[in-house]
Structure formats: structure tokens, C-alpha cells
């Protein structure tokens, strides 16, 4: 009979274990990461759900002081704003899977965006952003950066003289892009990018969020990090928020330091809730992928349908990039109907699976007009500045069956 303190400490015999197999994406989705001998012999990561960590006594607080090496995994953590093991396991997980060093976990994905520009940017720093990233990042770079002096010049996605031209040597740090792109899904030639990046030691960064690591992971042709809005593909569920950044190990350990600072931790509950979302990461993007597919290559041949765009359809201007750098082309379809804001609305409400909601990546499928759902305040005109037509609608793809999605997409289209 062990005394209370002896059953207490269980759970710090914890002994890093090498995943038995890494190779395929699944495998790395289930078994990727570092393993601990659990609590309890335990098969899954527990919740960790503490603000502080005890120390036995003085010394115990002096040895911890002596050694500690933020990052290291398996070290004793010493407060929740600096580290926890359910965290740190999610983390590993999504290292693994994009094929990066380490990986820092934040309670949103722009609290990654805003966390990782205001650890890195020096005042008076440039920023260099493709269009159409997406509109809270732009809207921190171009209003929130810019009052601490921070310029940031947008050019033209897949105009890559624009992007190289507008690079200031020793001013310019990031170069920030997004792949596919929301709501036209334009993809981002991600080895030019980091070629770029490379040549004038510029860091780049892509938000790798509609991709997911199953289809594209951007550190493999040079990209420095990796951001996704882990509330979408990688939870899969439309049950929580978090946001995850990957890169080289000495970077994020920097950026998980300022985590400390800024305090966008993720809660352990929700970090449990990702890592078993992320499990089935492959199967669900796999089923995604080809409900996209097959709802882009319907709507295409649809006479009540104007335009489809899905990089995996020959007619998207970036469908070559997409081959060459994708696995699989994503679970979201955009697509304008023929019509106008209401008849396109009427449509809309005649589909039965799919809920009316912002985001995507999770099992259900959703749709939206973005005229209305993120647009709403603007007039028709300013709309159309933007590129966002009244017509359009984006359709995030779940795991339902493909038939029953193109049997509803059928039928909606006949009330109009
Ligand atoms: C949703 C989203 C974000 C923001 O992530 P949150 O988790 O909602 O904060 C950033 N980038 C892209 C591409 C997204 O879709």
C-alpha cells in the first residue's frame, strides 16, 4: 500500500515511447507524436485539467529551476499558461502529421496569426500577404499592426513578380499566404513562396487550413510555418476552437515562450476533445475530398450553375499547382448560380442536408451565400470590388454519403 503522495505521483512516470509506426497519414493521425506511459496504463492522453503543478518540496522547486528546457516534451511542467501534458500530446500529434519539428497549440486560430506577428515583428517591420487570406488576418495586419508602424503590402495571389517586387530588403519579415483560399479556393505555389522567402531572408508562413496535412503540407517544399485554424479539419467536429502553428523546433519553442506572455492558451478539455478528433483525420478528408469532388464535377455539368471553383477541376486557374502539390483537392466547393441574392437564397434553402453556418471541416455538411454571411453590411457594389458576387455560394463539404449530397443538390436546384 502506497501512501497518498505515492498514489498521487502515478502519473509522473512518464517515459517517452517512439511511435511504433509513422509512415502514412492515418498511421501518424493515430499513432503520430511522442508517447508516454499514461496514468493507469490508460490507452488515451488524459485530461490534464490543472492551472497550477505542485512541487514536493524546496529542492524539488530548485532542481526543477536548474534544469527546466521549455519544449522538451516529457519535462514536469511548472503553470498552465506555460505548459500541459494533454496540450503538449496534441501538439506532438501535429508536428508529426505536417511533417514540422514542433508544434505550439493556441485557443483559436487567429489567436496563432495574431500570437505568432506579435512574438516575431519588430516596430517598423513590412509584411508582404496575397490576397484573399483570410479577412480577420488581413484586418489585423492592415489596422491592427499598422498603428505599431507595421506596413503591409497585399499583392495579387498567383502573381508572383507582384509578390517578389513588393519584398523590402531588411524590412520585410513575412511573407503570408494561404492555400487553398476562401472563398475561390486559389492555391499557392508554396516552393515559389519559399523560394522567395529563402532568397531574401524573408520567413514565410501559410495558413494550411482548408488543405489539412492530409492533402498538402507546406514545410515539405521549403514553406518556415505552417498555421491552421484547428477549429475546422483538424477537430472535425464543429465542437470547439483552437489554432496550431508548426515549424522549426528553435522557432516554436520562441513562440510557445510568448505564449506564456500572451496567454492565448487552448483549455485541456478542448485540447482532449482535438486530439480525438484527430485521429480520424485521414478517413474524414478522404470522404471530404471525394464529396467535393463529385459535387464540383456535378454542379460543372449543371445547366443552372454559372461557375464552379474546386482546384481539382481542369477549369480552375490553378488546377496544374494543385496537381503537382496536393494529394487531394479539399472538402470545399464554391459555385455561382444562376441567379440573383434571392433566387440564389431560394436555392439555398431548399438544400435539406447541409446547415446554413459559417466554418467547415467538421462531419456536417455546411453552406452559406457569403453576399449575406460575411459580407451582409456591404451593398452589391462593394461586393463585387472584393470579388464576392451575389451569387455565390461556398458549400463545405462533411462526411455524408456522396449520393445523398448530389441527390439534394438535385432536387434544390429543381425548386429554382
Ligand atoms: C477559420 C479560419 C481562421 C480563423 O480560425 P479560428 O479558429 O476561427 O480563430 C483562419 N484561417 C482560415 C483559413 C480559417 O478558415
Not at 66 to 84: L, Q
Not at 92 to 114: F, H, I, K, Q
Request: charged letters at 25%; proline letters at 4%; aromatic letters at 8%.
Amino acid at each position: 500500500m502506497g501512501t497518498l503522495h505515492e498514489v498521487a505521483t502515478d502519473t509522473e512516470e512518464i517515459e517517452t515511447v517512439e511511435p511504433r509506426c509513422a509512415s502514412g497519414h492515418s498511421t501518424r493521425a493515430v499513432h503520430g507524436g511522442v508517447r508516454r506511459k499514461k496514468a493507469y496504463n490508460a490507452l488515451h492522453t488524459p485530461i490534464v485539467q490543472t492551472a497550477t503543478y505542485t512541487f514536493s518540496d524546496t529542492q524539488d522547486l530548485i532542481d526543477f529551476m536548474e534544469s527546466k528546457t521549455w519544449g522538451d516534451g516529457h519535462e514536469r511542467e511548472e503553470y498552465g499558461r506555460y505548459g500541459n501534458p494533454t496540450v503538449s500530446a496534441v501538439e506532438a500529434r501535429l508536428a508529426a502529421l505536417d511533417g514540422g519539428e514542433d508544434a505550439v497549440l493556441y485557443s483559436s486560430g487567429m489567436n496563432a496569426v495574431t500570437s505568432i506577428l506579435l512574438a516575431v515583428l519588430p516596430a517598423g517591420a513590412h509584411i508582404v500577404m496575397t490576397s484573399d487570406c483570410y479577412r480577420r488576418t488581413r484586418q489585423f495586419c492592415l489596422t491592427f499592426l499598422k498603428r505599431f508602424g507595421i506596413e503591409t503590402t497585399v499583392v495579387e495571389n498567383g502573381d508572383y513578380d507582384a509578390l517578389e517586387a513588393a519584398i523590402i530588403p531588411k524590412k520585410t519579415r513575412f511573407i503570408i499566404s494561404e492555400s487553398p483560399t476562401n472563398p475561390y479556393l486559389r492555391i499557392a505555389d508554396l516552393e515559389r513562396i519559399a523560394y522567395l522567402g529563402q532568397q531574401y531572408r524573408v520567413m514565410t508562413l501559410i495558413d494550411s487550413t482548408f488543405a489539412t496535412p492530409i492533402n498538402q503540407r507546406p514545410i515539405e517544399w521549403g514553406i518556415d510555418f505552417v498555421v491552421h485554424s484547428a477549429t475546422k479539419y483538424l477537430s472535425g467536429h464543429n465542437d470547439l476552437l483552437a489554432g496550431v502553428i508548426i515549424g522549426r523546433k528553435d522557432r516554436i519553442k520562441a513562440l510557445r515562450d510568448a505564449r506564456g506572455v500572451l496567454g492565448g492558451v487552448v483549455d485541456p478539455q478542448n485540447a482532449f476533445l482535438l486530439d480525438r478528433g484527430i485521429k480520424t483525420l485521414g478517413v474524414r478528408v478522404r470522404q471530404q475530398n471525394a464529396n467535393a469532388l463529385a459535387v464540383a464535377r456535378f454542379l460543372e455539368a449543371h445547366p443552372k450553375i454559372q461557375r464552379v471553383w474546386y482546384p481539382g477541376l481542369e477549369s480552375h486557374p490553378d488546377h496544374h499547382i494543385a496537381v503537382a502539390q496536393m494529394e487531394g483537392f479539399g472538402g470545399v466547393v464554391s459555385f455561382e448560380v444562376d441567379g440573383d441574392l434571392y433566387r440564389t437564397g431560394k436555392f439555398i434553402d431548399a438544400m435539406r442536408i447541409p446547415y446554413i453556418a459559417p466554418s467547415l471541416g467538421g462531419v456536417e455538411s455546411l453552406i452559406e451565400q457569403p453576399a449575406l454571411m460575411s459580407y451582409y453590411e456591404k451593398t452589391t457594389e462593394e461586393r463585387l470590388a472584393l470579388g464576392i458576387k451575389d451569387n455565390l455560394v461556398r458549400f463545405a463539404l462533411g462526411i455524408e454519403e456522396t449520393d445523398d449530397l448530389l441527390a439534394d443538390l438535385e432536387q434544390a436546384l429543381a425548386t429554382i
